[in-house]
Nanobody
Framework: VQLQASGGGLVQTGGSLTLSCAASGESFSPTVVGWFRQAPGSEREFVAGINWSGRSTYYADSVKGRFTISRNSAKNTVYLQMYSLKPEDTAAYYC???????????????????WGQGTQVTVSS
């Protein structure tokens, strides 16, 4: 399975973007899919996660109320809708999946076993 993140770009403060994470390859039935981000000189941090049933989501406090994660299981795609973007949201955004049994939504990057490449989001002030 390969994950392909897309949708990044340059946007002004207060703007919006929608990122997509599409899975390809063998049958994709993850337990959880999450979005992480990493700014230059910073550690990779959890942004949002969703279990594949779609019944459970979790957000970092820094994005709660501004970002929405969703998935389309028929398209093997997870989305991250980002609104009211701030300069501090500038980072490379990565999607990742947990493909083994897992209870809840993990917040640590090391708990995810499949990663896509990053897509850059830049928010100008």
């Amino acid at each position: 399975v390969q994950l392909q993140a897309s949708g990044g770009g340059l946007v002004q403060t207060g703007g919006s973007l929608t990122l997509s994470c599409a899975a390809s390859g063998e049958s994709f039935s993850p337990t959880v899919v999450g979005w992480f981000r990493q700014a230059p000189g910073s550690e990779r941090e959890f942004v949002a996660g969703i279990n594949w049933s779609g019944r459970s989501t979790y957000y970092a406090d820094s994005v709660k109320g501004r970002f929405t994660i969703s998935r389309n299981s028929a398209k093997n795609t997870v989305y991250l809708q980002m609104y009211s973007l701030k300069p501090e949201d500038t980072a490379a955004y990565y999607c990742a999946a947990v493909r083994r049994i897992w209870i809840g939504i993990p917040l640590k990057s090391q708990d995810y076993d499949t990663w896509g490449q990053g897509t850059q989001v830049t928010v100008s002030s």
